[in-house]
């Protein structure tokens, strides 16, 4: 019987941020085929990406990434943060949540989310959100399926092409505190 993995969630450190370049851009060339042109897929560079997630820990002082590990090697990554909607001031935010496609359907979403869920409730967000393209049924329906259900708010995020994106919220439920006997 193969062994299971060891699995760890930790906060990223700098030395992961290629890494999660890569995460991202291999989890958007596999999710986003025939929702993003295929030109902008064809040009994404771990690199660009690099910069990207750099320049995002600078501006954003509250911004923190994750990654989960697999056998000691990253796989998913996600970030989170206070939310940037004013409507939502109570809420934590993710604004990237991605996986290596080889690592999909293994259980590994489900355990980052109830990580990022239970890190907000702790630091005393009510909420947790995230914005997701309305063509991308397979997120859509993850996060459905974890509790975060559409509001019914909507932007659109231009890349290349205009992209409609709706907003999924969750209410996060605070652990209870150990009994004192």
Same mark, same amino acid.
């Given at each position: 019987m193969p062994q299971q993995p060891t699995i760890e969630i930790r906060q990223a450190t700098d030395a992961d941020i290629p890494? *999660?370049?890569? *995460? *991202?851009? @291999?989890?958007?060339?596999?999710?986003y085929a025939g929702i993003i042109p295929q030109s902008y897929l064809d040009r994404m560079q771990v690199e660009k990406k690099e910069m990207r997630l750099r320049e995002g820990l600078a501006?954003?002082?509250?911004?923190?990434?994750?990654?989960?590990c697999e056998d000691g090697v990253p796989v998913g990554a996600a970030s989170l943060h206070r939310a940037r909607n004013d409507d939502m001031p109570d809420a934590a935010e993710f604004s990237f949540f991605y996986f290596l496609p080889s690592v999909w359907r293994k259980g590994y979403g489900s355990m980052l989310l109830d990580f990022l869920k239970r890190t907000s409730a702790n630091a005393g967000f009510l909420r947790i959100c995230c914005?997701?393209?309305e063509e991308n049924l397979r997120a859509i329906s993850f996060y @459905?399926?974890?509790?975060?259900? &559409?509001?019914?708010?909507?932007?659109? =995020?231009? *890349? @290349?092409? !205009?992209? @409609?994106?709706?907003?999924?919220?969750?209410?996060?439920? +605070? =652990? !209870? =505190? !150990? &009994? +004192?006997?």
């Amino acid at each position: 019987m193969p062994q299971q993995p060891t699995i760890e969630i930790r906060q990223a450190t700098d030395a992961d941020i290629p890494a *999660i370049a890569n *995460i *991202i851009n @291999e989890a958007w060339k596999a999710a986003y085929a025939g929702i993003i042109p295929q030109s902008y897929l064809d040009r994404m560079q771990v690199e660009k990406k690099e910069m990207r997630l750099r320049e995002g820990l600078a501006r954003v002082s509250h911004m923190r990434y994750f990654v989960l590990c697999e056998d000691g090697v990253p796989v998913g990554a996600a970030s989170l943060h206070r939310a940037r909607n004013d409507d939502m001031p109570d809420a934590a935010e993710f604004s990237f949540f991605y996986f290596l496609p080889s690592v999909w359907r293994k259980g590994y979403g489900s355990m980052l989310l109830d990580f990022l869920k239970r890190t907000s409730a702790n630091a005393g967000f009510l909420r947790i959100c995230c914005w997701v393209l309305e063509e991308n049924l397979r997120a859509i329906s993850f996060y @459905e399926s974890q509790g975060l259900l &559409r509001d019914g708010k909507r932007q659109t =995020e231009t *890349i @290349e092409i !205009p992209l @409609e994106e709706v907003r999924c919220v969750g209410f996060l439920l +605070k =652990e !209870p =505190e !150990p &009994r +004192k006997e």
